[in-house]
């Protein structure tokens, strides 16, 4: 079976630091990666993909992320945070050859900005 | 862009009672799955659904609950007796051919009382 763990619940900075959104996966099998944001009220939006090739990818909003498979990790990061970017991340896996497979989440990391 | 749309945006019932919750997938997708959201836990998978037949479903996704495309537009999730605990937000999504980026709707609140 496969699992995400999101290492932090809760991640307080400070507008214009620098971000890091940890976010570790257990699977048998290779996997997918990708990065959902929820903001307040609102449904999931994707952030980013890793499905091959560099194993670091950008996204939208100006966010990053580094697929490390020796260490299972795919951590999200940002080099300036705006008060914009609060909201709700969330870390998800599918498996690769499961055409139209499901998504497996992790609980979710708090990112709140503050001015 | 095209988008997942679902309605209602916040549905209210007593416990007991049916709901069918409604979305509408983005129009060339072929794969439809349903996600739930209790307040302040993580996403759940609930079901997929693909060339018009369940696909995979969670052990949530007991006798209670149904899932229909009923035309070429629509597709539905039905609570046939909600209870206490069904009460969430609830996610239509849908992804294309390639089958790996799943695009989400805004959600359903589903509040059972």
């Known amino acids: 079976a496969q699992s995400v763990t999101q290492l932090d619940s809760q991640v307080p900075v400070f507008e214009e630091a620098p971000v890091e959104l940890r976010c570790n996966y257990s699977s048998s099998v290779s996997v997918y990666l990708f990065w959902y944001v929820q903001y307040p009220n609102q449904g999931l939006q994707l952030l980013l993909k890793y499905l091959s090739g560099s194993t670091l990818v950008k996204g939208i909003n100006g966010f990053e992320a580094e697929f490390n498979k020796s260490q299972t990790s795919f951590h999200l990061r940002k080099p300036s945070v705006h008060i914009s970017d609060t909201a709700e991340y969330f870390c998800a896996v599918t498996l690769i050859y499961n055409q139209g497979g499901k998504l497996i989440f992790g609980q979710g990391t708090e990112l709140s900005v503050k001015p | ?113």
Not at chain 2, 9 to 19: L, N
Not at chain 2, 72 to 90: C, H, P, Q, V, W
Request: proline letters at 4%.
């Open chain 2, 1 to 113: 862009e095209p988008e997942v749309t679902q309605t209602p945006s916040h549905q209210v019932t007593q416990m007991g009672q049916e709901v069918i919750l409604r979305c509408v997938p983005i129009s060339n997708h072929l794969y439809f799955y349903w996600y739930r959201q209790i307040l302040g836990q993580k996403v759940e998978f609930l079901v997929s659904f693909y060339n018009n037949e369940i696909s995979e479903k969670s052990e949530i996704f007991d006798d209670q609950f149904s899932v229909e495309r009923p035309d070429g537009s629509n597709f539905t999730l039905k609570i046939r007796s909600t209870k206490l605990e069904d009460s969430a937000m609830y996610f239509c999504a849908s992804t294309g051919l390639a089958g790996y980026e799943q695009y989400f709707g805004p959600g359903t609140r589903l509040t059972v009382t």
